[in-house]
Nanobody, 123 residues
């Protein structure tokens, strides 16, 4: 049974930083794309950052390039999202997902999802 468990969300002021973690279990970690997505109230879920856990290219939404960094620890089956210089518009529920992603930042190509962790950025 595939499980993705996120942690690390919270409330910060604009300009602050947070690091999200996602621990994966129940499947062969290195065979999938994994990504971070977010959904704000009243908005569609959008891709933030993704990578193939076997190594290679990372992908970022334009809105977070230069501020967010996706990384992983394969030994721990854990995906991270380091978020720096946070802005109020980054406020959303953040989800970790895994899948065989034809388009790495498109949610519909991801099969497995975590429960989400809330990030709130105040101005």
């Amino acid at each position: 049974q595939v499980q993705l468990v996120e942690s690390g969300g919270g409330s910060v002021q604009a300009g602050g930083s947070l690091r999200l973690s996602c621990v994966a279990s129940g499947y062969t970690y290195s065979r999938y794309y994994m990504g971070w997505f977010r959904q704000a109230p009243g908005k569609e879920r959008e891709g933030v950052a993704s990578m193939h856990t076997g190594g290679g290219t990372t992908y970022y939404a334009d809105s977070v390039k230069g501020r967010f960094t996706i990384s992983q620890d394969n030994a721990k089956n854990t995906l991270y999202l380091q978020m720096n210089r946070l802005k109020p518009e980054d406020t959303a529920m953040y989800y970790c997902a895994a899948g065989v992603a034809v388009a790495p930042l498109m949610p519909r190509f991801y099969n497995y999802w975590g429960q989400g962790t809330q990030v709130t950025v105040s101005s």
